[in-house]
């Protein structure tokens, strides 16, 4: 049985929340408040978060909580992340974090409606559950993990559902990185509308 979470988002299930460096994509380098939800059903084969999927192993916590913890370190930027995040109605958690002055991130596969007000959309599709369009539109960033070969193509065919203006990225999948790396190198001096995110904070050993 899953969860009873309220569908007003005022309570959520928090997987752990963590003050860190944004080690992807776009924000790579700038220090955010991480607050990671749990529960997904992707099922990507590869997640280096599977602990998150379960939602009932992650007890419901007051959104107000999550804002106040938030609010007490010294970067006014809060990503949001999971498991899936966009599983839950995020309108209550961006409209309190707002209030306080901090900006809203996300990560999202986009498998789930849009819900909150964020100031940056981190869209990163997958082949396991497609994307909805109405997140497609609002991805500041496309960032496609790369795992095989044929992931340059699903990159090709996902940027044509984001916005023109849409930063777009490639980060190679983290244990296929020796294999990978040289090929995103190639694609991206040959296709340079895309650029290279690595996992960085995985390099620097920090959450
Ligand atoms: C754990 S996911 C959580 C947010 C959301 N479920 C998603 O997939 O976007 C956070 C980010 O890590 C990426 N990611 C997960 N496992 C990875 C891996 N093994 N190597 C590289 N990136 C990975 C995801 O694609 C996503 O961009
Ligand atoms: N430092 C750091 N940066 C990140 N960017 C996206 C992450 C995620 O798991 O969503 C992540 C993470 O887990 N740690
Ligand atoms: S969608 Fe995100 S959290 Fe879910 S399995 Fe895939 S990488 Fe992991
Ligand atoms: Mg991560």
Redesign the pocket.
Known sequence: MAHQVPDDGTLLPLMEEFYTIQG?GYNTGKAAYFIRLGG?D?G?H????KESWDAELHPLTAADMIVANAKIHPSKAVVV?????LIYNLDYLTAKLHEEGIKTFI???GAYPLSGDWDWV?L?P?KFKAPMQNVADKAHEL?V?IFNKSDFEFAEHNAKLVAPDCKLYL?????KNKEMAPLIVEYVMNNPQWEISL?THKYLNIP
Do not use: A, F, N, R
Not at 171 to 175: A, D, L, M, T
């Open positions: 992807e997904c992707v990507c590869w997640c280096d978060v992340t999971g498991g899936e995040p990560e999202t596969s981190c990163s997958k960032k993990i980060q190679p999948e983290w244990s996992q």
